[in-house]
């Protein structure tokens, strides 16, 4: 009896032995299994392989930079650093209501990272908290987010733009002998960058002698609004009762110069500033009718935010040397990237657009500013 008893304790210890090396080598194999997962995980974001979805929200396409520069630019760069990184790409086309619903979209849809470039630089602060309640990191390309936990900030010294602006059309005048009356037609009053530019004009201007007799903001950028703006100028000095035009960019400036020609004003005689070195408006100033635009160079603007956008999609912390300064949005110093601006006049159309490949000669010298480009030796 006794000996039975030895020897069913025997067999149970065995058995119970048996069933705890099982389950020590299903959970080293299960360990194994996880950490061979996390190590290709690891090495394929090192590698630069790793995927992820982007998401780039522009706020509108009335300012041709959008679709013909920034998008493309943009682009390119993702693929080019990561070949399996896709970008969900909208246009808000000035509409702050359908940009916050792009970027639901875009978060439903699996975007690991939001780059955006807000219609409305206050109502974009709830897509910056909606991202984060999803634990996916912001970019504000172009325009800053104010009061919102943005992870990066990539733009140009927008206050200098309108330094710019107004310091050639105060030169331009002073060289020419003029004084008297200004238009001033600003951008849009959502967008903080228009706040910034006519800061820095007003800086220039408010002292300069020259007196600012009508000034306009113009809703959504539209160059319609600014024409009806420039017509309601005229209308109230006269076609003599001005000297010059301060334009927020190349759309606004195009809109007044119309409107100027159509009231039989030779806009040659009152030099318009721009900004954007849109086609249209580097065309402009060749035939003389514009005098200066502002040339951001916008692709490392696109390029820098696309290297951030990567970093983050794949898991990584983006380069720390890209980060050339801090912006504070009113909740926090947001790390930035902020590029030069530079003013073209006819002078400097070679060593600018054309030199970078903005645009090429061929472009800008099509048969109606053929002649005018010779003169100025674009080539």
């Known amino acids: 009896m006794q000996r039975r ?86 246009n808000a086309e000035q509409d702050a209501a359908k940009q916050q619903a792009q970027a639901e979209a875009a978060i439903t849809n699996g975007a690991k990272v939001l780059v955006v470039d807000a219609v409305d630089g206050r109502a974009a ?13 912001v970019i504000a390309y172009d325009r800053l987010i104010s009061n919102s936990d943005l992870d990066y900030y990539v733009s140009f010294d927008n206050r200098r733009v309108g330094e710019l602006q107004a310091t050639s059309l105060v030169n331009r005048l002073r060289a020419d002998g ?33 007196r600012i007799a009508r000034e306009y903001d113009t809703p959504d950028w539209s160059p319609d609004r600014a024409q009806a703006e420039m017509d309601q100028a005229i209308t109230a000095l006269g076609k003599t009762g001005f000297v010059g035009v301060y334009a927020a960019n190349d759309g606004t400036g195009g809109a007044a110069i119309a ?56 898991g990584k912390t983006p380069d720390a040397t890209l980060v050339n300064t801090r912006t504070n949005n009113g909740q926090k110093d947001v790390p930035s990237v902020i590029l030069t601006p530079v003013a073209v006049t006819s002078r400097n159309i070679n060593d600018t657009v054309v030199r970078d490949g903005y645009w090429t000669a061929a472009q800008i010298c099509t048969s109606a500013y053929a002649a005018q480009c010779r003169r100025l030796g674009i080539q």
């Open 259 to 314: 409107s100027m020609r159509s009231q039989g004003i030779d806009p040659a005689t009152r030099p318009t500033t721009g900004q954007d070195a849109e086609l249209a408006g580097i065309q402009r100033i060749v035939a003389g009718t514009q005098y200066m635009t502002v040339y951001k160079a916008i692709r490392p603007e696109a390029q820098d935010s696309a290297t951030f956008a990567v970093a983050l999609a794949q």
């Open 125 to 137: 602060a709830s897509i910056v908290t909606r991202a984060k309640q999803s634990k996916i990191p």
């Open 178 to 210: 003029s004084r008297g009356n200004l238009v001033m037609i600003n951008g849009a009053p959502t967008d903080a960058n228009a706040a910034q530019f006519r800061a820095g004009a007003h800086s220039v201007l408010d002292s300069s002698g020259f």
């Open 5 to 90: 008893f030895v020897l069913l304790l025997t067999v149970v210890g065995a058995l119970a032995l048996a069933v705890v090396v099982t389950a020590c080598g299903s959970s080293k194999k299960s360990s194994s299994t996880s950490t061979g997962s996390a190590g290709a995980s690891t090495t394929s974001s090192s590698s630069g392989s790793g995927g992820g979805k982007i998401a780039l929200l522009l706020p509108e396409n009335r300012t041709a930079r959008y679709e013909s520069q920034d998008r493309p630019l943009f682009e390119a760069r993702v693929k080019e650093l990561c070949p399996n990184c896709s970008v969900l790409y909208s």
